[in-house]
């Protein structure tokens, strides 16, 4: 203390630059410089053993071969589903959890909204398919009712993976809804009816743009988490799953082609930048004020 | 006569579980007027309000607005708008939007809509402020914003909730000469609750008094500050210098009493009648009604001698803090602006005095006063 107080200003800097370093050695070590390798390493191509040449190769790729930009369309479309139909399920609960209950069930509410995360994305996924596997659970109970002749296969298609993907993301959609929506004054849906308002355009017009930026960072946060979501498409959606996640695991993996893998991943940033750009222009708001909240 | 009446609520009731937020309560307001509802917090007044506007269903009772029955009616249906207590302004949009807000819902034309608008804004004085966010007003201007939101609907009734209860004091002074202005120009029936009786006073034509969920009185401001009905009344409506005591006798109307600490006063029966010797009493009196002098009076109804304990400067709202000589107790007088008392100190003796007509006498509560006044009537 004695050391800073000569110079208030420069012991703030200081104790601003310690309390920095370590997250800014973080963000350069694990983040940023990963990605400039990476990014290096998709601008190259091989010529023979060892030798490289600056390409944009591996960029035409993607573009050229349609099984690549259609896996990475594909990708962003269940994305954005599963961002749109998290944002339906989570609203309602997120309404819940801030408006109506009170005290005690609070906590405990949001406390099963975590639940899913107590156990690991794997095990959790697995559990995923015992209950929906040709001889699982469900499908067992199905027949046992007579609702169903034989086994019913649940796994390995797009609404299965899409429903794992909500399960996934709901928590990251409540938390901010609710609290943005704990910040609304009870009074405002009232005015809204008072006004001569019915329970639909209040949402509509007053709940809804309040809840906004919990709305968009929520969004953007399970829009990303699914894009670059590997396990719970590949376990559950199976071989032909096409998530954009699994082409860059094949290329670094399988085909051993860093190159393709690298250029894949500098184009998945691109691109889901690009979406959630998109996104926030659309629906006219800001990242920082989004994220500020 | 019922046309001229633009909300009457009779034997109005809600509960809480077992607990009686409001109790019993009944009125009617003629058109055009100004009806304050005071009463310390927790009294029920905001839940009388929110079952006028209908976010609460009463227990039983009736509640008509021009003669139609509101009951089952749900709150964007009745020809009543509210005024919240923290205003409730929508933040995410501009002032114009706000207030045609209401419009928009009646499917107005946007052309139509976008004159109410303007002319709304021009009649609460901010005809400039349309584009503006909310979060770019100041505390006066939101609390008209509100109020214009509600009245471009032309509601039958406007209901206000304490709306200036978040105002700094200087500011709150200002908005009730305009609250009143803006509800003589609008010709609108206003129902204002608060639990500043100044608030009330000032602005209304009448005023009910509640206290734990019930109506004491309901009159004009004077009638409630020269005639309280109620011992409540008396504390809660302006300041009053209180006693308990006993009667001792009776001349006429002027009952004579004796405070357990021996002083003797005489005032005028007039809410509780026959009152007779032995029966416990509360007794009243404003520090304004109270005549201060540097001498004795000759043969005053009422007299007190003491010694100024303190001063309480508040410019012409001054009190002066008088221990009285024999038992001690303090009570308020209104210090006169005279040079003869401007310079009064602590410790000066001064002789006090008041008329039997300007104390007010109420049978003790603990007595439960309306039984024991139906018992001496059936008597
Ligand atoms: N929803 C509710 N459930 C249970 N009790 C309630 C509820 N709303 C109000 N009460 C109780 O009813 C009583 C009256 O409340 P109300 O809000 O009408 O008071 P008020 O006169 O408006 O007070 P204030 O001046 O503080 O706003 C209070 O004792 C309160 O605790
Ligand atoms: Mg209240």
Known sequence: MNAFSSSKASGKKLALFLLLTPFALHLFFLILLPHLEILNISLRERVSYGIYKFSLMNYEAFFTEPLYWRTFLRTAV??????????????????YIAKVVRGRTKGLLFLACLIPFWVSELVRTYGWMILLRETGVISNLLQWAGLAVGPVEMLYNDATVMLGLVYTSMLFMVVPLVSTLDGMDDSLVEAAYDLGGNGWNALREVVIPYAMPGIVSGCIVVFMLSLGNYLTPI????????WFTDQIFTQFITRFNWEQGAAFG???LILSSLIVWLGLKLSRQSFSETMGR | MTSDIDLSCTDLNKNFGSYQAVDNVSFQIPRGSFFSILGPSGCGKTTLLRMIAGFLEPESGGITIKGDSMLGIPPNKRPVNMVFQHLALFPMMSVADNIGYGLRRRKMKASEIKKKVADALERVGLPDVGDRAISQLSGGQKQRIAIARCLVLEPDVLLLDEPLGALDLKLREHMKVELKKLQQAFGTTFIYITHDQSEAMVMSDQVAVMNNGRFEQVGTPQELYYQPDTPFVAG???????????VVGRNGDVVEVKTASGQVFHSIERIDTNLAAGDEVELFVRPEMIHLSFEPENKPENALEGEVANILFDGGNSRLLI??????????????????FRDVKAGDRLYLSWAASQSHIFRARGQSQTPALMQTVEE
Do not use: C, Y
């Not at chain 1, 998290?86 to 309602?92: E, K, Q």
């Not at chain 2, 809660?236 to 308990?244: A, L, M, P, R």
């Open chain 1, 78 to 95: 269940m994305s954005i589903l599963t961002t749109a139909i998290t944002l339906i399920v989570a609203f309602p609960v997120a309404w």
């Open chain 1, 235 to 242: 376990l559950l959606g199976g071989k032909d799953s096409l």
């Open chain 1, 266 to 268: 500098v184009l998945l």
């Open chain 2, 236 to 246: 809660f409506v302006g300041e009053s210098n209180h006693f308990s005591g006993q």
């Open chain 2, 323 to 340: 221990r009285e000589a024999t038992t001690g107790a303090e009570l308020q007088v209104v210090q006169p602006q005279t040079t003869q």
